[in-house]
């Protein structure tokens, strides 16, 4: 049980469970993501890499029926504001991994990726703990969330796709997936820059 406090009942206190359905939805995202990249690399089969490509969007999907049901049911929890971009972090850190592993994604992108979303994630926590609130734009991570998922998912799609009989569209496919990863790459860093600016405009800000 996590305690939540209510403005609307004049401050008391209200318990909800930490076990409900938009919690067991992110949970499933986990899963669904980490068995994507895990059945990627195991078989390297055309059939098996639609199925694991199909599971990974599948994953990200649920991004949007959670947060509909922590809303609409009145179901947002601390734990859940945690364990939400959490879930997100975890698949898309997997499917880097996973695609670098399988030569797909260079593995500079991947180690900077990884480096901007532990820092930013251990700063939140951080700041959890202090009781600190930094204020982020919801439709910034949405783009990141976007683009990232977009690249993983196109990346993990077999080499078949890009090879259509008596078409070279290889190259081409190539050169923009590469610039994907470009793009994906620096809003990702954007982003983050933005979450550290928004923390140090804060408390420069805030009366001392």
């Known amino acids: 049980m996590e305690a939540v406090m209510s403005a609307a009942g004049g401050g008391q206190v209200s318990y909800r469970p930490v076990v409900n359905l938009p919690n067991v939805i992110t949970a499933l995202r986990i899963v669904l993501g980490l068995a994507a990249v895990g059945l990627a690399l195991a078989v390297p089969e055309t059939t ?8 990974f969007v599948l994953a990200t999907l649920t991004d949007f029926v959670d947060g509909y049901f922590a809303k609409g049911w009145g179901l947002v929890t601390p734990f859940g504001k945690l364990f939400d971009p959490l879930a997100d ?4 850190l997997a499917g880097c991994v996973g695609l670098s592993l399988l030569g797909r994604l260079p593995w500079w992108i991947t180690a900077l990726i990884i480096a901007r979303e532990g820092i930013i994630e251990a700063w ?23 683009f990232q998922s977009a690249l ?13 009989p008596g078409m070279p569209t290889v190259e081409r496919a190539a050169f923009l997936l590469s610039w994907l990863s470009y793009v ?3 809003v990702t860093l954007w982003t983050g820059g933005q979450y550290l600016y928004n923390y140090w405009r804060q408390h ?5």
């Open 48 to 55: 098996v890499q639609y199925v694991a490509t199909s599971l």
């Open 152 to 164: 993983i998912a196109l990346l993990l799609l077999p080499d078949a796709t890009w090879q259509p």
């Open 184 to 186: 994906t790459l620096g």
């Open 204 to 208: 420069r800000l805030a009366p001392t």
């Open 89 to 92: 972090k975890i698949i898309v």
């Open 124 to 146: 939140r926590f951080r700041l959890v703990w202090r009781g600190e609130v930094v204020s982020s734009s919801v439709q910034l991570a949405r783009v990141k969330m976007g």
